[in-house]
Nanobody, 114 residues
Framework: QVQLVESGGGLVQPGGSLRLSCAAR???????MGWYRQAPGKQRELVAS??????TNYADSVKGRFTVSRDNAKNVYLQMNTLKPEDTAVYLC??????????WGQGTQVTVSS
């Protein structure tokens, strides 16, 4: 029952755009929702996050290009514009809760290539 369902990944050319979506199913007491990414041979990094109060946080490499948002404390979105090859990675949805720990999606592949 508890699940994070991600969608929106794919192959796009440099300069293109993608919008990632994540739906939290049967997860309660959510504090923060956000997106991380992992590329082969690299450590996982925070891309963007948003709290229940609407406070956002972005990696320096995506500021001005990506926008994170949420609605009904159950869905989180990542609008990615002006994509670069270095944005290529598996993007994972993350949810932090007050009482039940953290939850992770399985990840969606984003590939930026000509």
């Amino acid at each position: 029952q508890v699940q994070l369902v991600e969608s929106g990944g794919g192959l796009v050319q440099p300069g293109g755009s993608l919008r990632l979506s994540c739906a939290a199913r049967n997860i309660f007491s959510i504090n923060v929702m956000g997106w991380y990414r992992q590329a082969p041979g690299k450590q996982r990094e925070l891309v963007a996050s948003v709290t229940t109060g609407g406070i956002t946080n972005y990696a320096d490499s995506v500021k001005g290009r990506f926008t994170v948002s949420r609605d009904n404390a159950k869905n989180v979105y990542l609008q990615m514009n002006t994509l670069k090859p270095e944005d290529t990675a598996v993007y994972l949805c993350n949810v932090e809760t007050t009482y039940n720990g953290d939850f992770w999606g399985q990840g969606t592949q984003v590939t930026v290539s000509s």
